[in-house]
């Protein structure tokens, strides 16, 4: 379907149409309801992309994550998708996944060209998204830019693990492990500090073989409790970097016949949907994944419509489910 057939259809000249359908120039009451009563009837739908290269733009946003799979990535997603609709914009995702995954999916954003790019996690280097910047507006959500602080929105990583830790010390807990995530990954790095924040602020020592290096992951925090576990080294309560770990973790407890919470308490971060229906249902620190998506695009969208680019920064909340308990008493 064409603007032609429109045009055929109305009764009007094919530029009156073009007029119509990009609300750019006035147009006579009674063109404009020939014209859209013709796009209904003969069920017209605009080329988006055409729309925009005609203009200038693509009206394409890439978005880049480290992985789809990821749950808590794919929250960020579904907030992006979210907060472009109806904006005329339309995202393009890639995965940067893999040893040359984000340079092939930068290289694809700067050929194709995107209007602007949105970057969700991931570990390509802060010197190439600053350069980026430089030739398209950039959002980057949970992580930081040295350099672009202003771009990146971020949520209180160190507080929400300050906060999960401090849960699990008023209770009563001493010896509490903690999961990482990847080790130089900005939100694991933030939530270990939170970790030893918490306990410092306590006088508790920090054992360093309470500290189990993680990935994100269920089977890295699954085989880093059984080590633990084997090693005999006592502890009555985990603090994991991320949900997946703490199921992984959950796991390796129940396969030593550790009941959750009354021989070891587990507390997890993001509050992915499924974890009020784990067993027990999980302790964790929420953090307003969606939203987050949602607010980042909205506001890199406002900035290619010449609106100013402001970015909040989210706090996360402690929710205490049933996999927290006092410590055994033997």
Same mark, same amino acid.
């Given at each position: ?45 605009? &080329? ?21 799979? &990821? ?47 949105? /970057? ?90 309470? /500290? ?119």
């Amino acid at each position: 379907m064409t603007i032609q057939d429109i045009a055929l259809k109305s009764g009007v000249s094919p530029s009156t149409v073009s007029r119509v359908l990009s609300g750019t120039t006035p147009v006579a009451p009674s063109k404009k309801v020939a014209v859209r009563a013709a796009v209904e009837a003969l069920h017209y739908r605009p &080329n988006i992309a055409a729309q925009g290269l005609a203009r200038g733009r693509s009206r394409g946003i890439g978005v880049l994550t480290d992985r789809m799979s &990821n749950r808590f990535q794919s929250q960020i997603l579904g907030g992006i998708e979210e907060g472009l609709r109806g904006t005329g914009y339309y995202p393009v995702f890639a995965s940067g996944e893999g040893p040359d995954g984000g340079a092939w999916a930068i290289d694809l954003f700067l050929s194709y060209p995107a209007d602007a790019l949105a /970057i969700v996690g991931g570990t390509t280097p802060d010197a190439q998204l600053r350069s980026i910047a430089e030739q398209m507006p950039l959002v980057a959500i949970g992580r930081s830019i040295e350099g672009l602080g202003d771009r990146c929105l971020q949520v209180a990583n160190e507080e929400g693990a300050y906060g999960a830790t401090r849960h699990l010390i008023e209770l009563g807990h001493r010896r509490i492990a903690h999961i990482t995530g990847l080790r130089l990954h900005p939100d694991s790095i933030d939530r270990r500090r939170g970790y030893e924040r918490a306990l410092t602020d306590e006088g508790i020592p920090i054992d360093p073989r309470l /500290i189990l290096e993680g990935n994100f992951e269920e089977a890295k925090a699954l085989l880093a409790v059984e080590e633990l576990l084997r090693r005999r080294v006592r502890f009555t309560a985990i603090f994991a970097s991320n949900d997946q770990m703490a199921c992984g973790a959950g796991l390796a407890l129940f396969r030593r016949k550790l009941r959750v919470p009354h021989d070891v308490s587990l507390v997890g971060f993001d509050d992915e949907p499924s974890t009020p229906y784990t067993w027990p249902p999980l302790s964790t620190v929420r953090q307003p994944m969606v939203e987050m998506g949602c607010t980042a695009i909205r506001a890199l969208v406002g900035s290619l419509e010449g609106q100013p680019f402001i970015l909040p920064r989210f706090r996360t909340e402690l929710v205490i489910r049933e996999s927290t308990a006092p410590p055994p008493q033997a």
